[in-house]
């Protein structure tokens, strides 16, 4: 009943405030809507499937942009990597691949919970270095971090579960915001960076700067709060090791993983696109005389999962192409008056551009934000290098769930509800800004002379 109540009662105060404030009737209808899904899909009023049905179905009536952008969701590379992913995973089911991976984990010697999330993190971090896309990342992982929870003794409600599934799900996405191509804001914001300012980030030079703070040491933040957050006792009397002889399904599924593992890490040679290569992938593994991922894969498939991707890519899209919030964001800029504190210029600027992830979707700030850095160097004393570094402190900064699609894909296959994640999210984000800002300040100023 009370959710009915304020399914009809938070967008009507929220239109009815802000007709207040904002003249034209289209931008009340688009800023209200914006508000209203998020919360939405932060607390799940309604199905997050709804939500994204009654977003897409706004956007159409009122015209809120043109259709190719709002329904370009559909188009994304991210949605049809997704797609391809959910049945690569079933493909990796099918054959039990997931167990026979699951062994690297359970065979550690003398296992405690903490050896087990840091062989976890430290395994998901490589892995970020060697496969540029984080949903494919997830995707691949996940159906292994299942059973590697199931074969230490942890039921899916368990906490052992809960933070065996986290770590594999942030330690391959946040960290990963730190290395260039990992994660797709970081790809935009490299794109971006030479189109509009003729210089290319070089992947040395974002490494360097980036990722001691914002992924090295905050791994280790990751970790220590899942740690105490989730702590479990494992039953090591249910760990069992895979020695039979891979079969040869078991094989075609290695193959075929390898040499799109291949094809992904090598995409600044062929520029063939990652969606693409998982979509081949997909048509091997499903074709008649191969027959591992089956119908009955293709069924099973969570396509309200697929909706809720395609509605928040295109939301961001809206949103980076909407003139009206790109002039509240300027304006807002312009209000910045730089202190006496170098330190604090940069805490405010870069926790500015965070706060506007919760609204604008992680993507989005690179692509917002990027034309915006000369404009922004030139009132706050910063140089246009040290001001894009800022935009890597603000997107890996990450509030709630669906800021980030690869952390809601892994939510979603890992069956976590989103308000756990958001709970975690929300103490990292407090002390990612509390220590972490003010020290990847000093540790910028102590290598861009070095760089």
């Known amino acids: 009943m009370i959710k009915n109540i304020l399914f009809f009662l938070i967008p009507l105060i ?35 499937y709804q939500t994204s049905l009654i977003f897409l179905f706004t956007c159409l009536i009122f015209s809120l942009s043109s259709k190719d952008i709002i329904f370009s969701g559909f188009s994304s590379s991210a949605f049809w990597l997704v797609f391809a992913g959910m049945l690569i995973a079933s493909a990796i089911k099918n054959v039990n691949l997931s167990e026979r991976f699951s062994s690297l984990f359970t065979n550690i010697k003398n296992p405690s ?3 087990i999330l840091i062989s976890i993190n430290i395994f998901s971090l490589l892995f970020s270095f060697i496969m540029p896309s984080s949903l494919g990342r997830i995707i691949l992982l996940l159906p292994i971090a299942a059973i590697i929870a199931k074969n230490f003794g942890f039921k899916q409600n368990d906490n052992g579960y809960i933070g065996i599934m986290l770590a594999f799900i942030f330690s391959t996405v946040i960290p990963a915001f730190t290395i260039l191509p990992a994660n797709v804001p970081n790809m935009i914001l490299s794109g971006l960076t030479f189109e509009i300012y003729g210089f290319e980030l070089l992947y040395s030079h974002y490494l360097v700067v980036n990722f001691f703070v914002l992924g090295f040491i905050k791994n280790i933040i990751i970790i220590a709060m899942i740690y105490f957050m989730y702590n479990d006792t494992i039953k090591p009397s249910v760990l069992k090791s895979e020695k039979n002889l891979l079969s040869k399904d078991e094989k075609i599924v290695i193959f075929t993983t390898l040499m799109m593992l291949l094809f992904w890490t090598t995409d600044f040679i062929h520029g063939i696109s990652s969606s693409v290569i998982a979509i081949v992938g997909v048509l091997f593994l499903a074709n008649p005389v191969i027959n591992i991922i089956k119908n009955k894969d293709i069924n099973s498939i969570d396509f309200s999962s697929l909706l809720l991707i395609a509605s ?47 609204f604008i979707t992680q993507p989005s700030i690179p692509a917002i934000f990027t034309p915006m850095a000369e404009h922004i160097s030139l009132i706050s004393n910063f140089s246009l290098n040290e001001v894009i570094m800022m935009e890597v402190t603000a997107f890996s900064t990450v509030f709630i769930p669906f800021q980030s699609t690869p952390i809601l894909i892994g939510l979603a296959l890992a069956n976590i509800k989103q308000i756990t994640a958001i709970k975690f999210l929300l103490i990292l984000a407090i002390i990612t800004i509390i220590f972490l800002f003010p020290l990847q300040y000093f540790w910028m100023q102590l290598v861009k002379n070095i760089i």
């Not at 007709?19 to 932060?42: G, H, P, R, S």
Request: proline content about 2%; aromatic content about 12%.
């Open 14 to 48: 929220i239109y009815i405030t802000l007709a207040n404030f904002i003249i034209d009737e289209k931008n009340v209808i688009l800023i209200t809507l914006l508000i209203t899904v998020i919360i939405f899909w932060a607390t799940s009023i309604i199905p997050a």
């Open 113 to 115: 919970y903490l050896n």
């Open 312 to 358: 928040i890519i295109s939301l961001g899209n809206i949103v980076a192409t909407n003139d009206y919030i790109k002039d509240i964001l300027t304006k807002t800029i312009d209000l910045f008056e730089p202190t006496s504190y170098e330190i604090l210029n940069q805490i405010i600027i870069s926790l500015f551009m965070s706060f506007t992830g919760i």
